[in-house]
């Protein structure tokens, strides 16, 4: 069974290469239909495939930049990137992924890069999961309640109507997103989701996104799409300084890419039939299952993490594929009534 494993010659391991391409194409899926690149998955999957931390962040940030362009210009297509509001946001993601990589560094010369990034992960993704199914809980009981708020309908966590209250200048009008408020607190948040970035691997989605919505107050399908735009920009950026340390194993992007290439078109498209809250409660179920599986890694218990973070992957998948089919079924068959009804005339 030699032939299924293929030799990192940077890293110098020998790596299961399916394994490779099913995290590819299901991280493009999901990338695509979450707004983000996926690596809050990822970082862990390869870690869990043998490659050491430092080399698993490195790898998943190049992988990252060439999957979210496929992405970036198929929500583009769909009006969902607010170009203006990704340009104000790289001020802060270029300045906090270089802080966050030289963590990684310091951290990697003393010996505890992998036990401190897997528990910091932890802490985020239990407190996104938290945010997302507490913001959901809450739109739930008002919308019993029949509150109903604005053009957004009900929502649960509205902390972005306060912070749009702050008025330290310039003020800028965001226009696909529909808002007005401080360009600090767009550029504060890309900030704090750039460490993210450079720290743990990540394009910065796997907190911009919900920022986006509760922090900043972009519509989802915006934050999706320009979510998106920026973990292009700071993937590229931050494949660029990891190349630099090297840390970057250029055979497995490759690998990656070929199935996640696929899998984003999948991923997007699949966001134009689900609601916001659609994509909010399956992103906190994949959060979750991500969060058990590190904890797994962290006790060794290898094989129990590999079992779950895949089958995750493996099962949303399959979701936001239904969602895709389903939607596109039910928009042919509008289409087709239309032209009958036309046709009748």
């Given at each position: 069974?030699?032939?299924?494993?293929?030799?990192?010659?940077?890293?110098?391991?020998?790596?299961?290469?399916?394994?490779?391409?099913?995290?590819?194409?299901?991280?493009?899926?999901?990338?695509g239909f979450f707004g983000m690149?996926?690596?809050?998955?990822?970082?862990?999957?390869?870690?869990?495939?043998?490659?050491?931390?430092?080399?698993?962040?490195?790898?998943?940030?190049?992988?990252?930049?060439?999957?979210?362009?496929?992405?970036?210009?198929?929500?583009?297509?769909?009006g969902n990137v607010d170009y203006k509001l990704g340009i104000v946001m790289l001020v802060g993601t270029m300045v906090g992924i270089e802080c966050g990589a030289q963590i990684v560094m310091f951290l990697e010369r003393i010996g505890r890069v992998g036990s401190v990034v897997r528990w910091v992960y932890v802490v985020f993704l239990a407190l996104i999961a938290f945010m997302v199914f507490y913001d959901y809980f809450k739109a739930v009981q008002k919308k019993r309640a029949g509150i109903v708020e604005g053009e957004k309908g009900t929502e649960g966590i509205t902390w972005y109507k306060t912070l749009h209250k702050i008025r330290i200048p310039p003020m800028m009008h965001f226009k696909a997103a529909g808002f007005t408020c401080s360009a600090w607190l767009p550029i504060m948040v890309s900030f704090a989701t750039g460490v993210l970035a450079g720290f743990l691997g990540i394009g910065g989605g796997l907190l911009r996104m919900p920022a986006l919505v509760y922090l900043v107050g972009c519509p989802t399908h915006i934050a999706v799409g320009t979510d998106l735009f920026e973990v292009m920009v700071s993937g590229l950026y931050g494949a660029f300084t990891?190349?630099?340390?090297?840390?970057?194993?250029?055979?497995?992007?490759?690998?990656?890419?070929?199935?996640?290439?696929?899998?984003?078109?999948?991923?997007?498209?699949?966001?134009?039939?689900?609601?916001?809250?659609?994509?909010?409660?399956?992103?906190g179920c994949a959060v979750v299952a991500c969060m058990v599986s590190i904890i797994l890694k962290q006790y060794k218990y290898n094989a129990a993490a590999a079992v779950i973070i895949l089958g995750a992957i493996g099962i949303i998948c399959a979701y936001i594929m239904a969602v895709m089919f389903k939607g596109a079924a039910q928009e042919l068959r509008e289409k087709k009534a239309r032209e009958q009804a036309q046709a009748s005339f």
């Amino acid at each position: 069974m030699d032939w299924l494993y293929l030799h990192m010659p940077i890293a110098g391991m020998d790596i299961f290469w399916p394994g490779l391409v099913l995290i590819g194409f299901a991280v493009g899926v999901i990338g695509g239909f979450f707004g983000m690149g996926g690596a809050w998955m990822v970082t862990p999957g390869l870690n869990i495939l043998g490659f050491p931390m430092a080399f698993a962040i490195g790898t998943d940030i190049a992988h990252i930049a060439g999957k979210s362009m496929v992405s970036t210009m198929r929500h583009s297509k769909f009006g969902n990137v607010d170009y203006k509001l990704g340009i104000v946001m790289l001020v802060g993601t270029m300045v906090g992924i270089e802080c966050g990589a030289q963590i990684v560094m310091f951290l990697e010369r003393i010996g505890r890069v992998g036990s401190v990034v897997r528990w910091v992960y932890v802490v985020f993704l239990a407190l996104i999961a938290f945010m997302v199914f507490y913001d959901y809980f809450k739109a739930v009981q008002k919308k019993r309640a029949g509150i109903v708020e604005g053009e957004k309908g009900t929502e649960g966590i509205t902390w972005y109507k306060t912070l749009h209250k702050i008025r330290i200048p310039p003020m800028m009008h965001f226009k696909a997103a529909g808002f007005t408020c401080s360009a600090w607190l767009p550029i504060m948040v890309s900030f704090a989701t750039g460490v993210l970035a450079g720290f743990l691997g990540i394009g910065g989605g796997l907190l911009r996104m919900p920022a986006l919505v509760y922090l900043v107050g972009c519509p989802t399908h915006i934050a999706v799409g320009t979510d998106l735009f920026e973990v292009m920009v700071s993937g590229l950026y931050g494949a660029f300084t990891y190349s630099l340390k090297g840390r970057i194993e250029l055979v497995a992007v490759f690998v990656m890419l070929t199935g996640a290439a696929i899998g984003a078109q999948i991923g997007t498209v699949a966001t134009k039939y689900s609601k916001g809250y659609g994509i909010r409660v399956a992103f906190g179920c994949a959060v979750v299952a991500c969060m058990v599986s590190i904890i797994l890694k962290q006790y060794k218990y290898n094989a129990a993490a590999a079992v779950i973070i895949l089958g995750a992957i493996g099962i949303i998948c399959a979701y936001i594929m239904a969602v895709m089919f389903k939607g596109a079924a039910q928009e042919l068959r509008e289409k087709k009534a239309r032209e009958q009804a036309q046709a009748s005339f």
